[in-house]
T-cell receptor
Framework: NAGVTQTPKFQVLKTGQSMTLQCAQDMNHNSMYWYRQDPGMGLRLIYYSASEGTTDKGEVPNGYNVSRLNKREFSLRLESAAPSQTSVYFC??????????FGNGTRLTVT | AQKVTQAQTEISVVEKEDVTLDCVYETRDTTYYLFWYKQPPSGELVFLIRRNSFDEQNEISGRYSWNFQKSTSSFNFTITASQVVDSAVYFCALSEGVGADSWGKLQFGAGTQVVVTP
């Protein structure tokens, strides 16, 4: 099925460990986004990529890095995970003329 | 500072009752966009509507309706004759972006949990 695919679906990390969240879309969208969802706070934008080769910070970029590997893939890296990064992470994409297509989310727990 | 306020944390109704979700936003831009998204218990995010700041007409789509009032910076959402399938978290969001960013760079409210019981 066409859409946004996120891997993994679940992950548990220990404080200080690193990991990369993968996101791929097969809709030929230019723009891709990473959001995190926390209880009582809605979704907050971490980083986004308006087009292949460009990335920009969102509202809460600290502690994260991103890579727009090609038009399809946009990964989010946690270099040294902290308990405050326990969250549900959503990747999304848009062609720029219609709503965001969201992935199913990655539930990350940092202990 | 929170730019989108959804003051209602949770609303519980009995099936067939109407439910109105409040959304108050804050922006200094003259051009902006307002959204509503639904997140059912399965967790995916479902787009419901986008309105631009120049279009204050109310909109109706089936049992859903939206009331946009710039004078009070509000964009409220009403579900008429609620059904159990309407149980979800509903998010209001604001975009001050232009072009593609107007669809993707969103500032979300905290969400309102709607619980519809039979």
């Amino acid at each position: 099925n066409a859409g946004v695919t996120q891997t993994p679906k679940f992950q548990v990390l220990k404080t200080g460990q690193s990991m990369t969240l993968q996101c791929a879309q097969d809709m030929n969208h230019n723009s891709m986004y990473w959001y995190r969802q926390d209880p009582g706070m809605g979704l907050r934008l971490i980083y986004y990529s308006a087009s292949e080769g460009t990335t920009d910070k969102g509202e809460v970029p600290n502690g994260y890095n991103v890579s727009r590997l090609n038009k399809r893939e946009f990964s989010l890296r946690l270099e040294s995970a902290a308990p405050s990064q326990t969250s549900v992470y959503f990747c999304a994409s848009t062609p720029g003329t219609s709503p965001l297509h969201f992935g199913n989310g990655t539930r990350l727990t940092v202990t | 500072a929170q730019k989108v306020t959804q003051a209602q944390t949770e609303i519980s109704v009995v099936e067939k009752e109407d439910v109105t979700l409040d959304c108050v936003y804050e922006t200094r831009d003259t051009t902006y966009y307002l959204f509503w998204y639904k997140q059912p218990p399965s967790g995916e995010l479902v787009f419901l509507i986008r309105r631009n700041s120049f279009d204050e007409q109310n909109e109706i789509s089936g049992r859903y309706s939206w009331n946009f009032q710039k004078s009070t910076s509000s964009f409220n959402f009403t579900i008429t004759a609620s059904q159990v399938v309407d149980s979800a978290v509903y998010f209001c969001a604001l975009s001050e972006g232009v072009g593609a960013d107007s669809w993707g760079k969103l500032q979300f409210g905290a969400g309102t949990q709607v619980v519809v019981t039979p």
